[in-house]
Structures are given as structure tokens and as C-alpha cells.
């Protein structure tokens, strides 16, 4: 699922005209500032896509009960859907869209990628075009639905999962790191997870393999990559899990800088 954000005065709007210009389904959040949580609210009439929500401060969204924030709502609507677009969140990692003479780029989570004074001054057809290129939000989940509509699916006794964290802390008395920031060569890491995934698939036993690597800034606790094997039996799948991930590590060009509490720098370049 491909997210965007819209921010500032208008973001309803300018929302709206691009859900209607989006294929496949699209799910649409919006915050919720208002003491009511009916369906009834103008917002509500602005943007609709295949799925609407709306969330208020407190949690609740409208019709369904509560959510614990908007991860949560990025990790629930990944697997059904191929956009998400929120009107007045922010996140790192997901591309934003700032309007507002006043609104300044610094002071917003999500990667700029377009600014307006109004709704009018944002090329919708640059938006459209910019997000066929940006990363998608994968979650394990979405990648062992992938697995599971193998053709070999009747086949297999196991599936297994690596995910790697940001760990914030080595040791008790550890500096804390607060966030990694990974970067890798688009095209070249891709093809490189690929080939592995078809040299791991080729082993016996072994059906389909799955990779996926978040670049930006990920936080303390959050996931950072996610291997997922389907297998005949649990020893194939355990071994070819744990080989993916070694082989994504030494392979794969993704280059990693990490942020502590007293400084900063990139892993291949500390001796």
C-alpha cells in the first residue's frame, strides 16, 4: 500500500481530487478534531475512498471502535489496499504534501514532496507520478498473504518470519540510539533481494520467499526488514529464513546511519 499525507488548510480538498484520480482501493483517514464522532461531519463529505475513517483525539474512529494511532491503521490497511491517504497526519517515512503559506518543511515528520499556498498550487499529475516511484508500506502480515497464494500453497507445512528492530540499546548502560536512517540503491537492491529470494526458492523443500527492507528514518522499536519463507516442513524453513536475512545483511547495498543520544554516524565507515 502506497500512503501520502496532506497537511494544512485545503488538505481535504486537494485529497479528494487525488482519490479520484487513484486506481485500485484506495483508504482514506482523516483526523477528527471535532467533539462528535458521528458520520455526519462536512469533512466526511470532502474525500471518500473504498474505506473512510475518521479518527478522533481520544482513539476512536468512526463506526468501528478504537485503533492505538495511526501505525496501526497503516499496518491494518496495508494488506487490503493500494493507497491510503490521510488528511492531517504525519509520519516519517510516509511522502507528505504541505500546504500553507506558513507551513515550514523542517518542522513536518514525512518527506516534503510537494507545497502550496491552496489546493490549486500542487500538481496533481506530479503527486500521481511521484508516488509510482516512492516506497510502499509493507507489513509482515501483507508479506505471508504474498506466501500464502502460492501455487504450492497445498504443499506447505510451515511459514516462518524474521523481523529485524532498531534496537535501542546493546547493554543496560549503553548510549541509546534513537533512530537508524537506512539508504540503499533503489534498483540495485532490489534485484539483489530478488535473485536471493529466487537462489533460496530453488532449494528443496522451499516454495516462496519474501523480502522487504524499510529505508528513512525508523525509530527505537520500530521494524526495520522482514524475511518470509514458505516451506514443506519447519527445518527448511527455519534455515532458509535464517539465510536470507545473513545474506540480505552481507549482499544487499543498504547503508545504515545510527543516532544516539551523543552522536551520529554510518556503520560501514567505523572501524
Known amino acids: 500500500m502506497q500512503p501520502i499525507s496532506m497537511l494544512g488548510p485545503g488538505a481535504d480538498d486537494l485529497a479528494g481530487t487525488l482519490t479520484e484520480r487513484l486506481e485500485g482501493r484506495v483508504a482514506v483517514v482523516r483526523r477528527d478534531e471535532s467533539d462528535e464522532s458521528d458520520e455526519g461531519g462536512e469533512a466526511a463529505e470532502t474525500a471518500d475512498g473504498d474505506t473512510t475513517l475518521a479518527i478522533a483525539p481520544d482513539g476512536s474512529w468512526t463506526g468501528r471502535g478504537t485503533v492505538d494511532g495511526f501505525d496501526a ?32 518543511p523542517e518542522d513536518t515528520p514525512g518527506d516534503v514532496i510537494a507545497r502550496g499556498d491552496v489546493p490549486a498550487d500542487v500538481d496533481v499529475d506530479g503527486l500521481l507520478e511521484t508516488l509510482e516511484h516512492a516506497e510502499p508500506w509493507i507489513t509482515r502480515e501483507e508479506l505471508v498473504a504474498r506466501v500464502e497464494r502460492s501455487a504450492d500453497a497445498e504443499r506447505s507445512g510451515a511459514i516462518a518470519t524474521f523481523t529485524g528492530r532498531v534496537r535501542a540499546r546493546d547493554a543496560p548502560d549503553d ?23 529466487a537462489e533460496l526458492t530453488d532449494r528443496e523443500g522451499v516454495f516462496e520467499v519474501a523480502f522487504h527492507h524499510r529505508t528513512g528514518v525508523i525509530e527505537a522499536g520500530e521494524d526495520i526488514v522482514f524475511v518470509v519463507v514458505l516451506a514443506g516442513h519447519r527445518a527448511e524453513a527455519f534455515r532458509a529464513v535464517e539465510d536470507g536475512i545473513d545474506r540480505l545483511k552481507d549482499e544487499v547495498p543498504i547503508f545504515k546511519k545510527e543516532t544516539t543520544e551523543s552522536e551520529e554516524f554510518w556503520l560501514h565507515q567505523r572501524p
Not at 74 to 92: C, E, I, T
Not at 93 to 103: F, N, S, Y
Not at 176 to 192: D, M, N, P, Q
Open 73 to 104: 491503521l497503516l499496518d491494518g490497511l496495508a494488506p487490503d489496499h493500494d493507497y491510503l491517504v490521510a488528511v492531517g497526519y504525519a509520519r516519517l517515512r510516509v511522502p507528505t504534501v504541505l500546504l500553507g503559506a506558513d507551513a515550514e
Open 175 to 197: 548510549d541509546r540510539t534513537t533512530h537508524l536512517a537506512f539508504e540503499k540503491y533503489e534498483g540495485v537492491a532490489r534485484e539483489r533481494m530478488d535473485a536471493i529470494a
